[in-house]
């Protein structure tokens, strides 16, 4: 599967933005998927994720109430909101998918991902 994702730019303190993240290739619902992001110099963190069904989500303790995780399976996309970003937030952010499983845990490590996207520029200024 192929992942594509858009929406990142330069955005100010307090704003808000939408990153999509569209897929080809195999059923997309098929696919627990995630966002994950990695700013300058840091490690690639989880930020939230949603499985197959749209049902269970999870949300990384440094966005919760600030993220919101969605998908459209019938556009074959999952999208991550975003609100009252500060700069802490400027980041790469990337999609993953991670071939879905019969367990309703939400999958939060990248190392349950088998695919991975090219990753978007997300810049919060001050």
């Known amino acids: 599967v192929q992942l594509q994702a858009s929406g990142g730019g330069l955005v100010q303190a307090g704003g808000s933005l939408r990153l999509s993240c569209a897929t080809s290739?195999?059923?997309?619902?098929?696919?627990?998927m995630g966002w994950f992001r990695q700013a300058p110099g840091k490690a690639r963190e989880f930020v939230a994720a949603?499985?197959?069904?749209?049902?269970?989500?999870k949300y990384a303790d440094s966005v919760k109430g600030r993220a919101t995780i969605s998908r459209d399976n019938a556009k074959n996309t999952v999208y991550l909101q975003m609100s009252s970003l500060v700069p802490e937030d400027t980041a790469v952010y990337y999609c993953?998918?991670?071939?879905?499983?019969?367990?309703?845990?939400?999958?939060?490590?990248?190392?349950?991902?088998?695919?991975w996207g090219q990753g978007t520029l997300v810049t919060v200024s001050s």
């Open positions: 290739g195999r059923t997309f619902s098929s696919y627990d």
């Open positions: 993953a998918a991670a071939l879905r499983s019969d367990s309703i845990a939400v999958p939060t490590f990248m190392a349950q991902y088998d695919y």
């Open positions: 949603i499985k197959w069904s749209g049902v269970n989500k």
